[in-house]
T-cell receptor, first 113, second 121 residues
Framework: GDSVTQMEGPVTLSEEAFLTINCTYTATGYPSLFWYVQYPGEGLQLLLKATKADDKGSNKGFEATYRKETTSFHLEKGSVQVSDSAVYFCALSDSHRDDKIIFGKGTRLHILP | EADIYQTPRYLVIGTGKKITLECSQTMGHDKMYWYQQDPGMELHLIHYSYGVNSTEKGDLSSESTVSRIRTEHFPLTLESARPSHTSQYLC????????????????????FGAGSRLTVL
């Protein structure tokens, strides 16, 4: 079945460092790909998405490109801030199948001032 | 603004008590979900509904039950709480593809509530 694998955390970086959180997926169809973020004490919220190959999703300085050839959707940010400290989830859904959302296990990010 | 509300946000109860976690959304979404989030952060789908009077069990077996009598309301009930039920419960909703708000992209985007943290002593 479909699955999502993302790098394990925690990831600890200094403020203004470059961030990459790796995410790869397995899917038999043509999924949409997402990154969700969960700040402390809150539910998840959509950070960005891409619905077809080579699409780039972007929001709040974060970017991810849908790479069909490598089945990847890595999250990047050029200069992180303390306020980016959160848990990040990679996810997919396939609208041509049951449309169920499949989440990765989450990556906790700590940004040090 | 998120338009999905969960109550209570925090609940501490004794073993054997019956509890209901409330979830309401004002967006008219037809799909609703309950996730259980373990301390390691991983999300487990325990129930979902694709419309009124439609409920399904998710990927993780759960002793809880749900109902969907109204579009906007999707409560989760534990008849007899146990310490193993201690967890964070997240409710979410999404719109069916092709319905206004779902967008031409066809992506099934979830909107989450803030969560209900349950502790059973």
């Amino acid at each position: 079945g479909d699955s999502v694998t993302q790098m394990e955390g925690p990831v600890t970086l200094s403020e203004e460092a470059f961030l990459t959180i790796n995410c790869t997926y397995t899917a038999t169809g043509y999924p949409s790909l997402f990154w969700y973020v969960q700040y402390p004490g809150e539910g998840l919220q959509l950070l960005l998405k891409a619905t077809k190959a080579d699409d780039k999703g972007s929001n709040k300085g974060f970017e991810a490109t849908y790479r069909k050839e490598t089945t990847s959707f890595h999250l990047e940010k050029g200069s992180v801030q303390v306020s980016d400290s959160a848990v990040y989830f990679c996810a997919l859904s396939d609208s041509h199948r049951d449309d169920k959302i499949i989440f990765g296990k989450g990556t906790r990010l700590h940004i040090l001032p | 603004e998120a338009d999905i509300y969960q109550t209570p946000r925090y609940l501490v109860i004794g073993t054997g008590k019956k509890i209901t976690l409330e979830c309401s959304q004002t967006m008219g979404h037809d799909k609703m979900y309950w996730y259980q989030q373990d301390p390691g952060m991983e999300l487990h789908l325990i129930h979902y509904s694709y419309g009124v009077n439609s409920t399904e069990k998710g990927d993780l077996s759960s002793e809880s039950t749900v109902s969907r009598i109204r579009t906007e309301h999707f409560p989760l009930t534990l008849e007899s709480a146990r310490p193993s039920h201690t967890s964070q419960y997240l409710c979410a909703s999404s719109v069916t593809l092709g319905v206004a708000g779902g967008g031409p992209s066809g992506a099934n985007v979830l909107t989450f509530g803030a969560g209900s943290r349950l502790t059973v002593l």
